[in-house]
Structure formats: structure tokens, C-alpha cells
């Protein structure tokens, strides 16, 4: 079975993963001991979830989407989940999801921003 | 596409995935966001189809190992809509009202699958027997007629 396959890209401190569209459960499960595995192998002090493509956030992705930023968060790395659709967004509260403690942002930019105080020195990406 | 009152004559009707292996719930999701875009559902609406069809298949998976989900569209006067049919002959469930309660769980899972999904559909059924199986079956409805915005 073909895995939809991730991105990961380091922008200064910051992991940036992008999460497919709709991966199945082992795929997810994966995707998440990956991500931590590049977190000390790039001695990353942050993690962007860039789930901007993810069109079903049912209860196991969305759980172990906010297991990942936990996690993250224990090995120093402050997270941001990136991204979410309007249609997700209202799916997932009527379903009664939470991503735990995570921070969230609208974008993968204003993430970024949140992750390397760029927003505190000017808001160099508003154009 | 919009719907326009009726099923377009060209549209499937009825399909179905079998579930055995946990990508199976991939494909159930694929089947049922196929069959509800094509019956003229929003995007919000699909999305909270297809997350509720993710539910159900998963607890297929996780109780009853195996089982089918079946997709059937609804044209009932002017109302459009789709059923989802849930069936498994796994160990069925001992007590339904603990099971639609949010936070309980009896096999690892999030305890959300049931009343997540009851909550993102319009009817929901649950008949089950102990050592026989379960069938749940779910039906979502056009918000209006012709409305594919929401």
C-alpha cells in the first residue's frame, strides 16, 4: 500500500511537516514517531503541523495530531498546528475534538511567525 | 456541481466498501466523499459525512474486525439525501446508551466514534445484538433543496 508520503522542511529553528490529505491510520501513526525522530536529529526548538491539506480530521488523526505537539512540547519544541479548514474546523467541533493545549495558527506564515517572534519584530510578512 | 432537485440521471445510486483492513477506512472515506460530493452536498457537509463514515468504519475495524459499509442515495419528495449503512457481525454492543455516551469506551478508542458521528448526521440508528452484530445506519438530508453551499 502506497503511503502518502510527508514533507518535512527546517526553516531556521522550525520543522515544518506538511500532513497528507488522507492518510490512513498506520500512516499517521508513523508520520508521528518521523516527525519526533527530526526533531533531535535537527535540534529543532519548533514544530509547524501544516494541516492545511487535511480534509477529514477524524478522532484518531486529530488525537494524534495534538500527541504529536505533547510530545514535541516534552522534548522542547513549542508546536503550532497550521492551517485548518473552515470545513474541518466546524466538522471537528460538532464531532467534540480538541487539539489539547496546542497552538494554532490560520497559516504556516503567521506559524512561523508565532514560533520565531518575527510578528514581535514588525510583521514582516504583511505585504 | 449543484443539485437541482433531483439526482442527476448519470449518478450512481448505491455502492459499497468492504471492511477487513484498516485501510479500508481510507477507502470508505473515498467512496463516501465520491457519492455525497456527486449528490450535490456542500463541502461542510462532506466533510462531516465523510468524518462520520471514518468513525464508523473504524469501529468496524476495531470490534468487529470485519464487516460493510453501505452507501444508498435518498430522493423522497424533493428531499435529497444519503444513507450510510454500517454492518458487522462482530461481538455486538451490551449496552447501546453507554455506548452513545461521549468519553466511554470499551476498546482503547476515544469514545467519541458513536455519539461524534450521531452528532455530525441528521438520523442515526443503532441495532445490535450481543454475539449476533451491529448495524448502525446514518442518513444525512440537503439542508435546502438546491442548496449546495452548506
Known amino acids: 500500500m502506497a503511503d502518502e508520503s510527508i514533507s518535512v522542511v527546517k526553516v531556521r529553528d522550525v520543522l515544518m511537516v506538511t500532513m497528507p490529505a488522507d492518510p490512513d491510520d498506520a500512516s499517521v501513526s508513523a508520520l508521528q514517531m518521523k516527525v519526533l525522530q527530526m526533531m533531535e536529529q ?52 460538532q464531532l467534540g475534538l480538541t487539539l489539547g ?27 | 456541481m449543484r443539485a437541482s432537485g433531483a439526482i442527476a440521471m448519470n449518478a450512481e445510486r448505491a455502492g459499497e466498501v468492504r471492511i477487513h483492513s484498516e485501510s479500508d477506512i481510507v477507502a470508505t472515506r473515498r467512496t463516501v466523499r465520491t457519492a455525497a460530493t456527486q449528490l450535490g452536498f456542500g463541502l461542510t457537509d462532506v466533510t462531516r459525512i465523510v468524518t462520520a463514515a471514518s468513525e464508523l468504519a473504524r469501529n468496524i475495524f476495531l470490534y468487529a474486525g470485519s464487516g460493510i459499509m453501505r452507501w444508498e442515495a435518498l430522493d423522497t ?7 450510510l449503512t454500517f454492518e458487522d457481525r462482530g461481538p455486538g454492543i451490551t449496552d447501546i446508551e453507554q455506548a452513545m455516551e461521549a468519553g466511554y469506551t470499551s476498546g482503547g478508542g476515544l469514545g467519541m466514534g458513536l455519539p461524534g458521528a450521531k452528532r455530525l448526521m441528521d438520523e442515526f440508528e443503532i441495532a445490535s445484538e450481543i454475539g449476533k452484530g451491529t448495524i448502525v445506519t446514518a442518513k444525512k438530508w440537503h439542508r435546502r433543496l438546491g442548496d449546495s453551499t452548506s
Open chain 1, 42 to 93: 535537527y535540534e529543532a526548538t519548533g514544530l509547524v503541523l501544516d494541516i492545511s491539506a487535511v480534509e477529514t480530521l477524524d478522532s484518531f488523526f486529530a488525537r494524534t495530531v495534538a500527541e504529536t505537539a505533547q510530545m514535541a512540547s516534552l522534548m522542547g519544541g513549542r508546536t503550532v498546528i497550521a492551517g485548518m479548514r473552515p470545513s474541518v474546523a466546524i466538522t471537528a467541533t
Open chain 1, 101 to 127: 493545549s496546542a497552538m494554532t495558527a490560520l497559516d504556516v506564515d503567521r506559524a512561523l511567525d508565532t514560533l520565531t517572534d518575527a510578528g514581535q519584530r514588525g510583521n514582516s510578512h504583511e505585504r
Open chain 2, 77 to 83: 419528495g424533493g428531499r435529497i439525501g444519503i444513507e
